[in-house]
């Protein structure tokens, strides 16, 4: 951080050779336009995440690169029809967590963001959901799917 520059963190998105990249919440740019970008600020490159990584942890909050993977995967609030952005949201246990459960309850597999009036909506029983094979979520609840 330069003294007296605020600092800005941008999600970008770019495979090595591609002329077009993604920035999260702005969309597409070009690879010489992120160049320019990152050429004049101090930067911190993040390494490439694995998606397919399935490690469990024995604590209630997930370690930073658990809580990037969900959020990548799961761009917005799961919740249906919620356009919350997923880095506003909470990461919710879909199975809840319990103290005196047993290790490995923290993973990409049981996490999920949910906005917190979805999350909230979750813990207080009045919705439930689940993860189903192919990714998506299979939610119950009063009446038809939709806010609550």
């Not at 951080?1 to 597409?28: F, I, M």
Request: aromatic residues 6%; glycine residues 10%.
């Amino acid at each position: 951080n330069l003294a007296g520059t605020p600092r800005t963190k941008l999600y970008l998105h770019l495979d090595a050779g591609a002329p077009v990249g993604r920035v999260e919440k702005l969309g597409p740019a070009t690879a010489a336009t992120i160049r320019d970008w990152v050429g004049h600020s101090r930067v911190t490159i993040q390494p490439v995440l694995r998606m397919d990584r399935v490690d469990a942890v024995d604590a209630h909050d997930p370690p930073g690169w658990m809580r990037d993977l969900v959020i990548l995967r799961d761009p917005r609030c799961v919740f249906p029809h919620c356009q919350r952005d997923a880095r506003g949201c909470d990461l919710d246990h879909i199975d809840p967590f319990d103290d005196t459960g047993p290790p490995g309850q923290t993973s990409p597999h049981n996490l999920a963001p949910l906005c917190r009036r979805h999350h909230r909506a979750k813990t207080t029983g009045r919705w439930q959901y689940r993860r189903l094979p192919d990714g998506t979520y299979q939610w119950t609840g009063p009446g038809a799917p939709g806010a609550p």
